[in-house]
């Protein structure tokens, strides 16, 4: 194992860096810096930044349109982009249904819907939890029975994030509820969300955001073709999508940024004391959440490193999502502890465009409270980190 980043690997990073340099609009990495809500037109107007130069679908072969980089470049990638202050590349098509239909759609689905996905025509979003149905996924109920060439597909999926944004779903339903085991009878449709009998419902989050909704489906009626891979199997193909998502949940790169801000707070001089940093009890918190950083940070460039020689990353991406979710969330803690009651206000139009009212306190303390409670998510989607201890249990020790 090779840690050391090659001349090649270095230059690539220069490569990444100067062209965000040049590409990133100011106002769009100001609303990113400063926590400001991003609208839909935010986003697409970023991957049409990275479509132009052939980055938005970066982890793809390049057969099918993408860089066909290596690990460690990929790696290199996230870092910048995050370092960089531009906003994240929303995954539901790029990161998660790409990698699925490439590895076992039909070439009709190839042909059909990676293009429109390269191009930022579809706007995907994910049918996976349900009410009872999140981390013990295989007990999904919403069902879809064949009729002729047509599925019709009742039920409801919930946490559905930026679904009012989506135009497409990918979604998982029960195909055979007499299967023996509850993972086998389930099947993955991708399904457009203005058929009729869709309804998509709002749910406002702990930090007052709408992020999430929940989808409804009456009735809807979804063509036999668009069935991924063979009917009843869809759990494969959904086990593998989740590997791509909780790898990425881990999030180092946002975990090294937070911490960074939280030394810069950290080491404040407070009028008529010393920083905070001084103080023994916060300063040995704040060692054990970079410590514990940096060992996981080790063990992603490891990781990245056996992935680079042709080793699938196994029970790898779930101790990945176990810790670095833990890790984030401890960092979120400790900035709401280093500003103190600074970290209480919470006017929710202060992330609006355009609102220009003086911050309560410090203007980066501004968006701790918010950013607290959105990071609680983390240790439950994804697949919770209960269930990926059992993953690990049964991967590792055989349990």
């Keep these: 194992m090779d840690l050391n980043y090659s001349e090649s690997e270095r230059a690539f990073r220069d490569e990444v860096r100067d062209w965000l340099a040049q590409n990133l609009p100011p106002a769009l990495r100001?609303?990113?810096i400063k926590h400001k809500r991003l609208s839909k037109e935010d986003h697409h107007l970023w991957?049409?930044?990275?479509?132009?130069r052939g980055w938005?679908?970066?982890h793809w072969p390049a057969e099918h349109g993408g860089t066909g980089w290596t690990p460690v470049q990929k790696h290199i990638f996230e870092e910048e982009m995050i370092d960089a202050g531009a906003p994240r590349i929303i995954p539901f098509g790029p990161n998660m249904l790409g990698p699925v239909l490439i590895e076992?759609?039909?070439?009709?689905?190839?042909?059909t819907y990676l293009p429109r996905i390269l191009n930022c025509e579809d706007w995907w979003c994910q049918g996976y939890s349900e009410p009872g149905s999140g981390s013990d996924l295989?007990?999904?109920k919403t069902k879809a029975e064949r009729r002729g060439d047509v599925y019709i597909v009742n039920g409801q999926k919930t946490w559905t994030t930026l679904g009012h944004f989506a135009d497409k779903m990918f979604c998982l339903v029960r195909t055979d509820p007499n299967a023996d085991k509850p993972q086998k009878g389930i099947s993955f449709l991708l399904i457009d969300m203005d058929s009729p009998g869709i309804e998509v419902r709002p749910i406002y989050t702990l930090d007052g955001e709408h992020e999430v909704n929940e989808v409804w489906l009456t009735d809807v009626e979804v063509p036999v073709e668009n069935l991924v891979g063979l009917e009843n199997e869809g759990w494969t193909y959904a086990k593998y999508l989740l590997t791509y998502e909780r790898t990425g949940i881990a999030g180092v790169g946002y975990s090294k940024q937070l911490l960074a801000h939280l030394k810069s707070m950290a080491n404040r001089r407070k009028e008529g004391g010393q920083p905070?940093?001084?103080d023994p009890l916060f300063a040995a918190k704040l060692a054990e959440v970079e410590i514990d950083l940096m060992a996981m940070d080790m063990f992603n460039l490891r990781t990245v490193s056996a992935a680079g020689a042709g080793k699938a990353p196994s029970a790898e991406s779930s101790l990945l999502k176990i810790k670095g979710t833990q890790i984030r969330q401890r960092i979120s803690e400790l900035l709401r502890q280093a500003v103190g009651p600074y970290a209480c206000p919470y006017i929710s139009e202060q992330f609006d465009e355009g609102y220009n009212e003086p911050p309560i306190g410090p203007e980066d303390a501004m968006p701790l409270a918010r950013q607290y409670f959105n990071l609680r998510k983390l240790s439950i989607y994804g697949g919770s980190n209960e269930i990926q201890k059992n993953i690990v249990a049964k991967t590792v020790l055989g349990l």
Excluded: I, N, T, Y
């Design 30 to 32: 100001e609303k990113v």
């Design 47 to 52: 991957h049409e930044k990275l479509r132009s």
């Design 56 to 58: 938005l679908c970066w």
């Design 104 to 111: 076992f759609g039909s070439e009709a689905h190839k042909k």
């Design 138 to 140: 295989a007990s999904l």
């Design 276 to 278: 905070l940093a001084q």
